[in-house]
């Protein structure tokens, strides 16, 4: 059954960068497609950034040309790397299917973006 476990958040100051990873369990990786997603507080669950099977890749307007999303189907991992970071983009992310199955939801990884 396929789980998935997020890393890498962290404290960082505006303008800063950190690499986010979604470890998956199973052996399909290579054949999801996949997408991160986060939860400001206060505010519901959105899809920020998704990638195919194939590595095709889409973003959210409020990520674009700041975030990169990428895969390595031999580690069964996903990645997130954020540059640029506002304090907006302070959220719990979270990695799963696309479209995302609820009842997989990870504990995600906290991001705060603040001075």
């Known amino acids: 059954q396929v789980q998935f476990v997020e890393s890498g958040g962290g404290l960082v100051q505006p303008g800063g960068s950190l690499r986010l990873s979604c470890a998956v369990s199973?052996?399909?990786?290579?054949?999801?497609?996949m997408a991160w997603h986060r939860q400001a507080p206060g505010k519901q669950r959105e899809l920020i950034a998704g990638?195919?099977?194939?590595?095709?890749?889409d973003y959210a307007d409020s990520v674009k040309g700041r975030f990169t999303i990428s895969r390595d189907n031999a580690k069964n991992a996903m990645y997130l790397q954020m540059n640029s970071l506002k304090p907006e983009d302070t959220a719990v992310y979270y990695c799963?299917?696309?479209?995302?199955?609820?009842?997989?939801w990870g504990q995600g990884t906290q991001v705060t973006v603040s001075s």
């Open positions: 799963n299917l696309r479209p995302a199955d609820h009842d997989k």
């Open positions: 199973g052996r399909l990786f290579r054949f999801y497609d």
């Open positions: 990638i195919t099977r194939g590595g095709s890749t």
